[in-house]
C-alpha cells in the first residue's frame, strides 16, 4: 500500500479561475437546497431543521437534520465552508506538496437513514480543495441496501454511469472501482453497500485512480487507460456538478418504490444489525469525519451520519436460503450493476 502523491504542475489549463471559491460554494449550497427541498416533498411529513454554525479558525457552515419522518428516520445535509493556515495530517499524507499553504475547502455531504428497511439507506459528499498552487475536487454517491432488490442496485448505477458518461466514458468503470475499494470494511471483508461512485485528488492531470493501492482493481483499470489528456478546472467543475445533480434521480425512484413495502420485527432487527457496519465504517475509515475532526469542525454535524439507532450481535450468521442470506451472498461482493439485465434472484 502506497499513498498517492503527485506535484501540481501550473499551467495556464488548469489555473482555477479568480472566482472559483465563490463558484464551487455557490454550487454546493445549491446543492444542499434542491436535496433538502426533494426529500422533504417525499417525506410528506417531515421538515429539515436547520443549524448554522461558525468555526473559530475560519468559516462555518449550515446542518441541516429531518428527524421522525413518514420516510426518513433520520437524515442529514450538511453544507460546509472552512478555511485555515495548515491543512490536517489526513489530507497532507495524500498530498504533502499542499503543506505550508493556507487552505480552503467546502463540500456538502449526505446520509439518509429510512425507517423501513426496504429503503436503503444513501450516501453523497462533493467537496473541492484548495492550498496554495494545489487544488482538486472529490465526491461520489453510494448506497446501502437491507433487503436489497437489483433492479435499484442497477438504476442507482446507470443513474450515474450517464452523468460519467456525459464528460468520459472512463470516470464511471474506474469510480465505480474505486468506490467498492472505499468503502470497503476490511476487517469484515465485505463492501458496505452496493457501492456507486467514489473520486479524489482529481485535478485535471495524470491517472483518474488516485488512491492508496495501485495495485488494486481501481489502480490497474486506472493504469491500463494511462494519462489522460489534461482536463481543465472548468471540465471537472462541469462534471462535479453533474454528478450532484443527479442524486436525485438515483435515489428518489428507489424510496419511492419500497417505502410502502410492509416489514416486521425480523426486518427491523436485521435492519438496526446492519446499521451497525455503516457506523463502525464511519468511525473507522471515513475520510470525511476524519478531517471534520482534524480541522476542529462541527461535532454534532461530523456525526450526523450516524443511524439513530442500532443494534450489535455476536457471530451473526444468516440462514441460508433467506433474503438477508442473499444479501451477503451477491449484493455485498463488487457486482456489475450499470450492466445488469436478468435478475439476480430478487426479494
Not at 462555518?60 to 445535509?77: A, D, H, I, K, T
Not at 472501482?177 to 472505499?182: F, Q, T
Request: aromatic fraction near 16%; include cysteine; proline fraction near 7%.
Amino acid at each position: 500500500m502506497t499513498a498517492f502523491s503527485t506535484s501540481q504542475v501550473t499551467t495556464p489549463q488548469n489555473i482555477p479561475p479568480a472566482d472559483s471559491k465563490a463558484r464551487v460554494s455557490q454550487f454546493m449550497k445549491k446543492l444542499q437546497d434542491d436535496i433538502c427541498q426533494a426529500l422533504e416533498q417525499l417525506d410528506g411529513s417531515a421538515t429539515f431543521r436547520e443549524d448554522s454554525w461558525e468555526r473559530p479558525e475560519g468559516g462555518g457552515g449550515r446542518s441541516r437534520v429531518l428527524r421522525e419522518g413518514g420516510v426518513f428516520e433520520q437524515g442529514g445535509v450538511n453544507f460546509s465552508e472552512v478555511w485555515g493556515d495548515h491543512l490536517p495530517p489526513s489530507i497532507l499524507t495524500q498530498r504533502p506538496e499542499a503543506a505550508g499553504h493556507r487552505f480552503y475547502a467546502t463540500g456538502t455531504s449526505m446520509v439518509l437513514h429510512p425507517r423501513n428497511p426496504y429503503v436503503p439507506t444513501v450516501h453523497l459528499n462533493y467537496r473541492y480543495f484548495e492550498a496554495g498552487p494545489v487544488w482538486w475536487f472529490g465526491g461520489g454517491a453510494d448506497l446501502t441496501p437491507y433487503y436489497p432488490f437489483a433492479e435499484d442496485a442497477a438504476h442507482f448505477h446507470k443513474t450515474f454511469k450517464q452523468a460519467c458518461d456525459g464528460h468520459y466514458s472512463e470516470y464511471y468503470p474506474t469510480f465505480k472501482r474505486w468506490c467498492d475499494e472505499y468503502f470497503y470494511l476490511k476487517h469484515r471483508q465485505e463492501t458496505r453497500g452496493v457501492g456507486g461512485i467514489f473520486f479524489d485528488y482529481q485535478d485535471g492531470q495524470g491517472q483518474l485512480y488516485r488512491g492508496p493501492d495501485v495495485n488494486g482493481l481501481a489502480g490497474v483499470y486506472s493504469a491500463s487507460i494511462g494519462d489522460l489528456k489534461q482536463r481543465t478546472w472548468e471540465e471537472l467543475f462541469a462534471f462535479v456538478q453533474d454528478c450532484g445533480y443527479a442524486f436525485l434521480s438515483a435515489y428518489l425512484p428507489i424510496a419511492e418504490r419500497r417505502r410502502g413495502i410492509e416489514y416486521g420485527d425480523r426486518e427491523r432487527n436485521f435492519q438496526l444489525y446492519r446499521r451497525g457496519r455503516y457506523v463502525e465504517f464511519n468511525l473507522v475509515y471515513d475520510r470525511g469525519t476524519i478531517f471534520g475532526l482534524q480541522t476542529n469542525g462541527r461535532t454534532e454535524s461530523i456525526l450526523m451520519s450516524l443511524p439513530p439507532l442500532v443494534r450489535w450481535e455476536y457471530g451473526y450468521q444468516p440462514e441460508p436460503n433467506t433474503p438477508e442470506a442473499q444479501l451477503y451472498e451477491v449484493f455485498l461482493k463488487p457486482q456489475d450493476w450499470a450492466n445488469w439485465v436478468t435478475p439476480v434472484g430478487n426479494v
